[in-house]
């Protein structure tokens, strides 16, 4: 079963929107990150405010209670034991504000003054009545208060008098307590690393802490500054100023709520949109697939891909696409040609050899037994040269042993004089009664097979053999890192226009049509095949004397250079 995430379209867009939607959530968090920042800075700048307002007032010499306390954010004033001494009205439990008690006491909190009742007026005669009863009553109370009072100092006399000496202790303490309030207090440090301010001053660097405070019944979070503050008379507090947090976390919370509820649609969008682009950007792909096929099916390699008109990897794809279905192509004709040729090359020999058998089997008095021997050695030389290619064609590389290419040479050279015009030498052997000289023969050494060397080099001699007129000469020199073998003949050359094609398979020109006086067309074709193989490379020009002249340019080996 395919799954839906296999085509290049679904993985570019979920992994399209899979980045997107990693950046955006980052930018998210960055933003709200700062968000947050800002907004907590701004709550610490105006606990600052608030607490740097209240403690100026004190640093005035304004007491406690006529303090200006912000009504709507809590607010405390802590002595120098950390004891809360003024706070906000309708204040509760605050945490944050200091290490001191969390609640306030109760007659610290900021009340409302009473309403002052007015004057009753006596000379009203509306309210005569009324005022005397009230003046009345209020002398019965007053009656009554005193006689308790009395009783009350009655009872109390003997204690005192049994007291007398605790009073007396408790007095000395009570001095020495206030000998101890009026000292300076602008040299305390209030339990804290940092001295106090000094008398009318409050100090630059606020303290600031998060906590949680009960204002009006209602818990929330705030920011608290605390400001020390030391007042006129020496005496140090600090001033504790909070604002609530619910401004920075409900903005946070809205911007936060608002990125999530638009992030779905825009990846929707970024999915989408990836999917066409990706989609529009494929399409040419889906026809080079779609081509390919087509060609594969019906083995018609003269078909090519469609090349889109853009310069970008698609076109570049299906342009190497057309080369290398070019390429098959050439490959394929090539195979073909070999296949046929072979066939035809093969088909005469071994036709010939059958008819001078079946004429032997009927008429044995007319067997040409030379001529059957000689279609047979053709036709081993045919089918050995074909073995030779189908290695090379396979990729089959040389050895890459050290050959002396002038020994080789003079060693073949020698050989072939030896045995005469009619000694075996290739396909055929040599043509004619033509000479071969040697030249100069330098010591050259070569990395490569030895085998295919001699093939080389006794192919050129054949071929050279085949079409001179009474001469082949044969030499070999250096020249730089190249060692360089040249094989001429005095024969009538090769025209321009053949020097090429001579090289390829079952290739036998005019004048060398005949297989019984020429080859199968084969030989310069393997020569070129090995050379190339060898990392050399060959070619054919005009001999001095006239006539043809091949060179074949092999790289010298490592130690031969070195020397």
Known sequence: MRSPFSSVRAKAAVGATAVVALALVAAGVAVLLVLRSNLHDQAELQAEVNARRVATELSNGVPLDDLDLPEDNPTVVRDDRDRIVRGSEDLGTIVGAGDGPTEPAPDTRTESPAPTPAPSRTGDPGDSGDDNGGDRDDDADDDAEDAADDAADDSNSDDSNSDDSADDSASDDTDDTDDTDDTDYSDDESGDDEPAPRRGEVEDEPEHHTGTAVLDGERADYRFAGLKVTSPDGKTSTVWAGVPLDTEQNAVGSVGRAMLAGLVPLLAVVAGVTWLVTRRALRPVEGIRGEMAAITASTDLSRRVPEPATHDEVARLARTTNETLTALEESVERQRRFVAD??????????????????????????????????????????????????????????????????????????????????????????????????????????????????????????????????????????????????????EGVPPADRERIFERFVRLDDARSRDEGGAGLGLAIVRDVVVRHGGSIGVGEAPGGGALFTVRLPLSVSTDDD
């Open 342 to 491: 072979a066939s035809h090359e093969l088909r005469s020999p071994i036709a010939s050899l059958r008819t001078q058998l079946e004429v032997a089997a009927a008429h044995p008095e007319l067997l040409d037994l030379d001529g059957a021997v000689e279609d047979t050695v053709r036709l081993q030389h045919l089918a050995a040269d074909l073995l030779l290619l189908a290695r090379l064609d396979a990729g089959e590389e040389p050895l890459g042993k050290p050959v002396a290419l002038g020994a080789l040479v003079r060693e073949d050279v020698e050989r072939r004089n030896a045995e005469g015009p009619d000694g075996a030498g290739g396909a055929g052997g040599p043509g004619g009664g033509a000479a071969i000289v040697a030249g100069e023969l330098a010591d050259a050494t070569v990395a490569g097979s030895r085998s295919q060397l001699e093939r080389v080099l006794g192919n050129l001699l054949n071929n050279a053999v085949r079409h001179a007129a009474g001469r082949v000469g044969v030499s070999v020199r250096r020249e730089g890192a190249w060692a360089v073998l040249e094989v001429a003949d005095d024969g």
